[in-house]
């Protein structure tokens, strides 16, 4: 067993401290106090004194550069304001309903760090809490869909509700028939891991079938701290997945994500999903060529274990959900036979079954 979870005020203290402005951060990590200022106009600044302590070299560092504003934010000319069309699918506020069986529900608008790539800027750090009613809107909406099997808690994060609220809202959701499963989507785990008590974890524990997703993007990340956290909620019986985000400047590098999808997994984290960075308005920085995405991949698949491959997807904008991609496999492909290629680049040929056998 891990250690037990500290004291719950330890985390509203790390929280509040460290850097909450673009002058603050201009101050501490360089750069131009104006220019940062008015990125800060554009999406706030959060670098809770936990995280910040990771900061090596300012804004090149690969964490530094996740959550310190820059002046580059403000020039990004190709970006979208709401890049995967969650608005247009949202029924009742706070909800996203893009897929028949699930349901994005989005409890909090607060983070324990503002990641400036973030794909919800447009409502993450400025959209006032959902009160407890606007909340039943969504739940009862939820309850009149028996389509609806998987609601993915999310945010901003939903870890940072206080444990009496994050359970009532998770304790709605369980007493409906149809929800299957729970589960929670949070950068707590890796960006301040003293949240992660113990009396949290039990409180998730009372929900399942409950999963959570976190968010790593670099080895760094990978603390002593971070890694009692993860093991913390699954020692209570709760599967961790992990979602990265491809970033320029962060994380654009094959043996930095295959050191990362290992440490994940040497902490029990299953890696899911390795997103394509979002066009996101202000992030145009963070982009790399989906080219970059494919050589990540290749360097992984054959060459780790095979449960440390993420699927990497774009999310694709305006709606159209998330699209596996993979370095081509396949050479050729007819009805008596696939020529595939493997991780070291070799062709082998597999005989398809006969026609005749297929029709029976
Ligand atoms: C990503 C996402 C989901 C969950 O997709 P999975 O592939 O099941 O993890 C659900 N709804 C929306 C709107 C999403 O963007
Ligand atoms: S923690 Fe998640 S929701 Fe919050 S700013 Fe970072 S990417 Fe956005």
Request: aromatic share 6%.
């Given at each position: 067993?891990?250690?037990?979870?500290?004291?719950?005020?330890?985390?509203?203290?790390?929280?509040?401290?460290?850097?909450?402005?673009?002058?603050?951060?201009?101050?501490?990590?360089?750069?131009?106090?104006?220019?940062?200022?008015?990125?800060?106009?554009?999406?706030?600044?959060?670098?809770?004194?936990?995280?910040?302590?990771?900061?090596?070299?300012?804004?090149?560092?690969?964490?530094?550069?996740?959550?310190?504003?820059?002046?580059?934010?403000?020039?990004?000319?190709?970006?979208?304001?709401?890049?995967?069309?969650?608005?247009?699918?949202?029924?009742?506020?706070?909800?996203?309903?893009?897929?028949?069986?699930?349901?994005?529900?989005?409890?909090?608008?607060?983070?324990?760090?503002?990641?400036?790539?973030?794909?919800?800027?447009?409502?993450?750090?400025?959209?006032?809490?959902?009160?407890?009613?606007?909340?039943?809107?969504?739940?009862?909406?939820?309850?009149?869909?028996?389509?609806?099997?998987?609601?993915?808690?999310?945010?901003?994060?939903?870890?940072?509700?206080?444990?009496?609220?994050?359970?009532?809202?998770?304790?709605?959701?369980?007493?409906?028939?149809?929800?299957?499963?729970?589960?929670?989507?949070?950068?707590?785990?890796?960006?301040?891991?003293?949240?992660?008590?113990?009396?949290?974890?039990?409180?998730?524990?009372?929900?399942?079938?409950?999963?959570?997703?976190?968010?790593?993007?670099?080895?760094?990340?990978?603390?002593?701290?971070?890694?009692?956290?993860?093991?913390?909620?699954?020692?209570?019986?709760?599967?961790?997945?992990?979602?990265?985000?491809?970033?320029?400047?962060?994380?654009?590098?094959?043996?930095?994500?295959?050191?990362?999808?290992?440490?994940?997994?040497?902490?029990?984290?299953?890696?899911?999903?390795?997103?394509?960075?979002?066009?996101?308005?202000?992030?145009?920085?963070?982009?790399?060529?989906?080219d970059?995405g494919l050589r990540i991949m290749a360097a992984l698949r054959g060459?780790?274990?095979?449960?440390?491959?993420?699927?990497y997807?774009?999310?694709?904008?305006?709606?159209?959900?998330?699209?596996?991609l993979l370095p081509e496999g396949v050479?050729?492909?007819?009805?008596?036979?696939?020529?595939?290629r493997?991780h070291?680049g070799?062709?082998?040929?597999?005989?398809?079954?006969?026609?005749?056998?297929?029709?029976?």
């Amino acid at each position: 067993m891990t250690p037990a979870g500290g004291d719950p005020a330890d985390w509203r203290r790390q929280l509040n401290g460290g850097v909450n402005s673009g002058a603050e951060a201009a101050a501490r990590f360089g750069g131009d106090a104006a220019a940062l200022a008015a990125a800060e106009r554009a999406f706030p600044v959060r670098i809770n004194s936990y995280y910040a302590s990771l900061i090596r070299d300012g804004a090149n560092d690969p964490l530094g550069r996740q959550v310190i504003p820059s002046a580059l934010e403000l020039s990004g000319a190709d970006g979208t304001a709401d890049p995967l069309g969650e608005e247009a699918d949202s029924p009742v506020p706070h909800l996203v309903h893009r897929y028949p069986d699930r349901v994005l529900f989005l409890v909090s608008y607060q983070c324990a760090v503002y990641c400036r790539f973030c794909t919800r800027k447009r409502a993450v750090g400025r959209t006032a809490a959902p009160t407890d009613d606007e909340l039943k809107r969504g739940v009862e909406y939820i309850r009149s869909r028996p389509e609806i099997r998987d609601v993915i808690v999310s945010g901003g994060d939903p870890f940072l509700l206080a444990d009496e609220r994050l359970s009532r809202i998770l304790g709605w959701l369980r007493e409906i028939p149809h929800v299957e499963i729970l589960r929670v989507d949070t950068r707590v785990p890796c960006v301040l891991p003293s949240r992660v008590t113990d009396e949290l974890c039990r409180a998730l524990a009372a929900r399942h079938p409950l999963f959570v997703n976190t968010h790593f993007n670099h080895p760094r990340e990978v603390t002593p701290e971070a890694r009692a956290a993860c093991e913390r909620l699954v020692d209570h019986g709760i599967p961790v997945g992990n979602q990265t985000v491809l970033l320029r400047g962060v994380n654009d590098d094959p043996a930095v994500v295959k050191a990362l999808m290992q440490k994940l997994l040497a902490m029990r984290v299953r890696p899911y999903y390795l997103y394509q960075c979002d066009p996101v308005a202000g992030a145009d920085h963070f982009r790399t060529g989906v080219d970059a995405g494919l050589r990540i991949m290749a360097a992984l698949r054959g060459h780790t274990s095979g449960m440390a491959v993420p699927t990497y997807v774009i999310d694709a904008p305006g709606g159209g959900g998330k699209v596996p991609l993979l370095p081509e496999g396949v050479v050729e492909i007819s009805d008596d036979r696939v020529v595939v290629r493997n991780h070291e680049g070799r062709r082998f040929t597999y005989t398809q079954a006969p026609a005749a056998t297929l029709l029976k």
